[in-house]
């Protein structure tokens, strides 16, 4: 959901090559589930990071798939999961090759206007100090937009709480719209656990 979130402005607007996209993303120990395994068990998690399925990550196929949807023509990622030392949370730090030259304010208003109307995504400037503690317990998915000009990309890194926005609160979004609810019902103030 991040990396959807994150890069669909930019493919929708053509703004990015389509081949050139790089999906880095971090996530905290709940995304491996509450089956117990030492690989996840804290201690063995303190001061630990590593990379994983670096080859068939499940997610690569649905990324492609929205964003080629978005863009129109076929999307490809590089996509890398990596685990943190963090309980929940997902920070994914996106890159695309730009097709134009743009500012950040160019692709801020490209950015704010195809977000308009979504009540659960918000979209800041590259010198906003955010992180995930800003989304944690919410279906928010922060985005921070940045145009690095020196080599004509595009960075954008996208936060989202992988147990709300990454599964249960885009179930519970999702069935809002369907059932004709307003898309904000039972998503405002969820409970927060772990």
């Known amino acids: 959901m991040s990396c959807i979130l994150g890069l669909s402005p930019a493919v ?6 389509p081949f050139s996209l790089i999906c880095d993303c971090k996530t905290g120990v709940s995304g491996a589930g509450k089956k117990v395994s030492p690989t996840f068990h804290y201690p063995a998690r303190y001061e630990q990071m590593n990379a994983y399925k670096l080859a068939g990550h ?3 196929c649905e990324v492609e798939r929205e964003l080629s949807l978005q863009a129109g023509r076929e999307v490809r ?3 890398t999961a990596q685990v943190v030392p963090v309980c929940r ?3 994914s730090t996106l890159y695309g090759t730009l097709t134009r030259n743009v500012t950040e304010a160019d692709v ?3 950015y704010r206007a195809f977000y308009k109307n979504s009540p659960f995504v918000r979209v ?3 010198k906003a100090a955010i992180g995930t503690l800003h989304v944690r317990g919410t279906n928010f998915c922060n985005i921070v937009v940045s145009v690095d000009s020196r080599v004509n990309r595009l960075r954008v890194v996208s936060y989202i709480d992988n147990l709300m926005k990454g599964q249960a609160g885009s179930a519970l979004q999702n069935m ?3 059932c004709g609810l307003p898309e ?3 998503l405002m103030r969820p409970g927060i656990y772990p």
């Not at 929708?12 to 090559?17: A, D, G, I, S």
């Open 77 to 79: 990622v590089t996509f």
């Open 58 to 60: 499940q997610h690569v």
């Open 184 to 186: 904000t019902t039972g």
């Open 124 to 126: 800041f400037d590259s």
């Open 108 to 110: 801020l208003a490209f």
């Open 176 to 178: 809002n719209l369907m």
């Open 89 to 91: 949370g997902i920070m």
């Open 12 to 17: 929708k607007n053509n703004l990015v090559e």
